[in-house]
């Protein structure tokens, strides 16, 4: 990139060199390249320097706007799915930059609420929600007078907003009843890990579901482990990348909040799971979210700490290396300080298109639910560390102010349309395939007051789809 912000200084001192002294040599053979030679270029380059680029003449800024680089452009930033779902006005009025466009400055989401058709899970907050093998699924969690619950109920994902969505009750008892446990998707396989049951006992057992795919037995199979992570509930789990699952954090058995971080690893024989040793951690807390962002990569947002407060810091988990390291994130110095989610706890943290995460709902220190929705983009983040020698950046990022129109916020909030659910917490929720919506099902909500209480509470079984529109 440093070179082509050095081409483009070149350039508007020779006119995309055509005249003029003291250009340089680099300047004068790129301009002597063909247009095809010049794109195969661009196709390369981060976006800030494709616009660079294209402010240098006026035949590097037609280059530059090209309409097949830009559809390249957005597959290879958004991804192929999430573009091809994308709502087609863009590309009718304004050609693919259009596109670019409004994908990266999200601005609104649209709510549908789903008829559910028989059958249904009943009303329920804590359980575990994942989209797996074009079906999603759903197991346990808590519901009204503290009871756990065991049913694991599948249906198909809704392909449109009129359809109305079939429930099938695949399995009840097994594993036990519980809430707050974590369940991650690698590859079609479910792997479940802890929760608590109604008698507040935390659990340490991993359970394994092979048959949501259709491929053998949709039950529950306990899973032999070395070793395993202490009992824990209201922990927070996601997939790690070659087949490896990682936990931080929960409750633990003597009721504080844990602050360690596990890995199991299902392509040893027997399934092991690793303590993960780091130089820093955040720090101990439940009803935080743990997003996989791609490789080896995880979000953790949120949650409620030692002293019970609620938090809103940001931490990347890098496995990437032999060293893996817990590293916080913050907004740059140019995004405003109220431009964030206050803290939360019992929020969801689904991953979308283009590696970001969209945060929805969850309650604050006085348990007051939140109906907001907020996109978090770790790509725009600052790392925060006392280290001399740490990367100051979690993405490379150019200094130059060209093409700051088009960079990426740490923190957006979005505007709401259509039949936007209650406020609601410890609430379920998954990403279709697309990562261009999102389907939320149960949680916490606000019901009738009783006396003495500060607050009322009830449990939901709506499913609500969240759609992300131009």
Known sequence: MDMVMKWSQNEKETECGRGGGGGGAATSEL????????????YYLPVQAVISFGLTCHRFRQLAETDALWAYICTREWGSMAVQAWPAVGKERGGWKRVYRQMLFLKTVSWHRFHQEDLWPTQRASHSMVAVAGKVAVYGGGCAGGRHLDDTWVAPLPSQIGDGVGWQQICVGIPSGRFGQSCTVVQEALVMFGGINDKGTRQCDTW???????HGSSSWQLLEVVSSPPSRGAHSGCYGGDKKVVIYGGIGSDGLRLGDTWMLDLAESPATWHEVITPVAPMPRSGHTLTWIGGKRMVLFGGRGTHFEVLNDVWVLDMEDDFPSWVELRACELQPVQDAPVPRAGHSATLIFGGRILIYGGEDA????KGDVWVLDPSAGVQICSSSSCIPNFSQRSDNSIGNKLARRFWKKLKQWGQPPSKRSFHGACALDSGHSILVFGGMVDGEIMPAATAGLDFDSELYMLQLVP
């Not at 394994?208 to 259709?214: E, F, H, M, R």
């Not at 006085?366 to 639910?369: D, G, L, T, Y």
Request: aromatic share 4%; net charge positive.
């Open 208 to 214: 394994v579901n092979l048959g949501i795919s259709g």
């Open 366 to 369: 006085r348990r007051f639910r």
């Open 31 to 42: 301009s002597l390249l063909g247009s095809d030679q010049v794109l195969a270029i661009l």
